[in-house]
């Protein structure tokens, strides 16, 4: 029998040895366009290493899932960050794992808060973009170059992500 992963809701604090949560919470770092536009300055810095790679800014348009979720497999980028921008305001499953010894260890299920995104650091072991809503529209910032910039690992027993208790 699959081991249930329970959501909770996705917080800057939690999520810090993951990566960053982005969303533009509390009072803008500047105020700017001539007093109309809030800035939230600076919320992440892509990680790219290799020579002659760089970030980029990718669209990326995925089905919609629900829940309960089977997680067979999860995923890392050692040679670069990933951030992932919802273009809605629908919330989307985030699942990322502590690495140990180079293989993931227990998952742990967030759930983004509408208009929430975020940036997962180089290297760290993260699900497949799981929206919960359709159109599953996404910008993505991510390393774009040559070289291996995957590693999936596929679990024996799958797990099941169930909503938060």
Known sequence: MSETIFTQPLTADL???FGDVLEA??????II??????????LAAPDIVGDGARAGISLFHSEKRTLPYKLELVERHPLGSQAFIPMTQA??????CPDENG?????????TAPGQGINLHRGTWHGVL???ADPGL????????????????????PF??????
């Not at 919330?91 to 990322?96: A, N, R, T, Y």
């Not at 993931?104 to 759930?111: N, Q, S, V, W």
């Open 33 to 42: 366009n001539q007093g109309k536009c809030g800035r939230y300055h600076d």
């Open 25 to 30: 919470a509390g009072t803008p770092d500047k």
């Open 15 to 17: 999520f810090a040895p």
């Open 138 to 157: 996404f910008a993505v910032v991510d390393r774009i170059g040559d070289g291996d910039n995957l590693e999936e690992f596929w679990f024996d027993e």
């Open 103 to 111: 293989r993931p260890g227990r998952p742990l299920a967030f759930t």
């Open 91 to 96: 919330p989307f499953l985030v699942i990322v």
């Open 160 to 165: 099941l992500v169930a909503g938060s208790t």
């Open 130 to 132: 799981t929206p919960l």
